[in-house]
């Protein structure tokens, strides 16, 4: 098995909405944010090479939304799926699965594009599956009012009607071990429903691709909830049973949304959970 950082693109989120009822005082100390009140935000995805599968996890916003939608998220940076691809010998035909934690825009808008002639949609990946589960595929497809922007019918439908579509059996309870395509998920619903957290072990290490879960490490604090989670009092329980885990057994955090820090660990403090060490994807990798 091999891994490697697949970058789809750097935006700016609003700092508040990032972190809820934090204040900005607290905040602002591991997440500066400029003079708009925006933060630094990173789509930092994952493939994973096993045997002859392709894996990519997550595909970022895409490009196929208007320049007024794009306008609103201050992209910036030239990193794209096709040059980090590209930057490790694979091309997206390449790819056999698309795994996607959840359905918000900006963790699988860039699995599907526009047709040839921009009459219509067609997944971005051909050749590949892409897996969601039951759960939250009918939440995404009959968005409430608050997530209802962030799921977007033109980054989801195609992919079911092209027939590419798979569901993730679902465990009993929240942890789903060895699952279709070699590796374990922690399911969670704080956030949105039933987000997929992936754990993959790999030479001897547990890498956890944190998605939404901990968008970065700034987040760590269990207070520190993003205002877009739908169930707050869910996620501070699912994020507390997470990162003991993650402490107690050394696990290797991917953060997908952090711009300046790709892989942390974690210790148990006085304070609770907070950052053992900041690595590169290349420390580990």
Known sequence: MKIYPIMAGNFKLDGGAMFGVVPKTLW???????ENNLIDIAARCMLIEDGKRLILIDTGMGNKQSEKFFGYYSLWGDDSIDKSL?????????VTDVFMTHLHFDHCGGSVQWNKDRTGYEPAFKN???WSNDNHWDWATKPNARE??????ENILPMQESGQLEFIARPQGDFLKNSELGFSI??????TEKMMIPQIEYHGKTICFMADLLPTAGHLPLPYVM?????????????????T???????????????????????????GVRVKEILKCSDIL
């Open 128 to 130: 590949a599956k892409f």
């Open 86 to 94: 590209a930057a490790h010998g694979f091309h997206r035909d390449d």
């Open 245 to 271: 885990e993650a402490a107690d057994k050394n696990y290797y955090l991917w953060l997908e949304h952090d711009a300046h820090n790709q892989i942390i660990t974690v210790e148990h403090t006085e304070k």
């Open 227 to 243: 205002g877009y989670d739908t169930r707050p009092l869910l996620t501070l329980p699912e994020k507390a049973k997470f990162l």
């Open 186 to 191: 922690f399911f969670a619903d704080g956030h």
């Open 28 to 34: 602002n100390k591991t997440n500066p944010a400029d």
């Open 148 to 153: 209802k922007a962030s799921f977007l019918a």
